[in-house]
């Protein structure tokens, strides 16, 4: 069965330092989000992504946030100054039919900001 | 604005015994209503989905849900449930956005014990 896939699935950083998490959405899949898990909360809507531009972002996705679909499969997330508030689990999902909407999560990267 | 409400943030049932787990809604029009399940350290796996049609609808593992629209809910029932449920369950709502696709609202979750 096909899967996303999410890399690396941990990433611990220094606060203040970008990071980039990584996506293999479904191939065939076309539209893309990611969503984010702080422990021990709900999971919360950042962005979404259709047609090579952002369709809908949260409160949450500020400017320190980025997307980008730099080729056919991969769908990455850019954190250009992390905070200590940004440590979560972030999942990455894909989902191909915007009527049914049946969205396949990735594992998801745990990020840690020291 | 859309929501979802899980109330029941732990519930511990006996293996075998049956379960429901509660989920009311929140959204202006026909809400697409789900139930996924994470188990420790995992995503998201969906365990079934409404759409339209019949309210009662299957999932794997031999979960079920039955959308009732007068109380806005959505709960999820086991009959007989197996130490390997032990997870957290999410009630999601999916909501349409003004561009393409449909970002879900998550509940809080229901974290589900099992006792052998």
């Known amino acids: 069965e096909p899967e996303v896939t999410q890399t690396p699935s941990h990433q611990v950083t220094q606060m203040g330092q970008e990071v980039i998490l990584r996506c293999v959405p479904i191939?065939?899949?076309?539209?893309f989000y990611w969503y984010r898990q702080i422990l021990g909360q709900k999971v919360e809507f950042l962005v979404s992504?259709?047609?090579?531009?952002?369709?809908?972002k949260s409160e949450i996705f500020d400017d320190q946030f980025s997307v980008e679909r730099p080729d056919g499969s991969n769908f990455t997330l850019k954190i250009r100054s992390t905070k200590l508030e940004d440590s979560a689990m972030y999942f990455c999902a894909s989902h191909m039919d915007k009527a049914k909407n049946i969205q396949y999560f990735g594992a998801g990267t745990r990020l840690s900001v020291l | 604005a859309q929501s979802v409400t899980q109330p029941d943030i732990h519930i511990t049932v006996s293996e075998g015994a049956s379960l429901e787990l509660r989920c009311n809604y929140s959204?202006?029009?026909?809400?697409?209503l789900f139930w996924y399940v994470q188990s420790p350290g995992q995503g998201l796996q969906l365990l079934l989905k409404y759409f339209s049609g019949d309210t009662l609808v299957q999932g794997i593992k031999g979960f079920e849900a039955e959308f009732k629209r007068s109380q806005s809910s959505f709960n999820l029932r086991k009959p007989s449930v197996h130490w390997s449920d032990a997870a957290e369950y999410f009630c999601a709502v999916a909501t349409g956005g003004t561009g393409g696709g449909n970002k879900l609202t998550f509940g809080t979750g229901t974290q589900l014990k099992v006792e052998l």
């Open positions: 992504f259709y047609n090579n531009e952002i369709s809908e």
């Open positions: 191939s065939n899949h076309l539209y």
């Open positions: 959204y202006g029009a026909t809400p697409y």
